[in-house]
Nanobody, 120 residues
Framework: QVQLVESGGGLVQPGGSLRLSCAASGSIFRINAMGWYRQAPGKERELVATVTSGGSTNYADSVKGRFTISRDNAKNTVYLQMNSLIAEDTAVYYC??????????????WGQGTQVTVSS
């Protein structure tokens, strides 16, 4: 089994910054793509950013230039640096990883979610 544990959410003023972390543990041989998604109240979950095992990144248009996704393969961890936060960034943020176990095929895992609230 694999567990993803998120940290770093909280309350921040507009224009502020936060850094989210998500660490994977358990039966891991390799992690392929990692990503962050978010879900605001009354809305569907949406992609925020992804990073491949090779380091290629992809961002939602709404966060380009403000958010940066990165990964530390040695620590099985993905980060999301969020700058210039606005009220519309308020949501529960979920990490996502494609994990390959020592024996078997890739499966997709989700973190428990961390609340980010942007408000003055």
């Amino acid at each position: 089994q694999v567990q993803l544990v998120e940290s770093g959410g909280g309350l921040v003023q507009p224009g502020g910054s936060l850094r989210l972390s998500c660490a994977a543990s358990g039966s891991i041989f390799r992690i392929n793509a990692m990503g962050w998604y978010r879900q605001a109240p009354g809305k569907e979950r949406e992609l925020v950013a992804t990073v491949t095992s090779g380091g290629s990144t992809n961002y939602a248009d709404s966060v380009k230039g403000r958010f940066t996704i990165s990964r530390d393969n040695a620590k099985n961890t993905v980060y999301l640096q969020m700058n210039s936060l606005i009220a519309e960034d308020t949501a529960v943020y979920y990490c996502n990883m494609g994990v390959v176990p020592p024996y078997g095929y890739q499966d997709t895992y989700w973190g428990q979610g961390t609340q980010v609230t942007v408000s003055s």
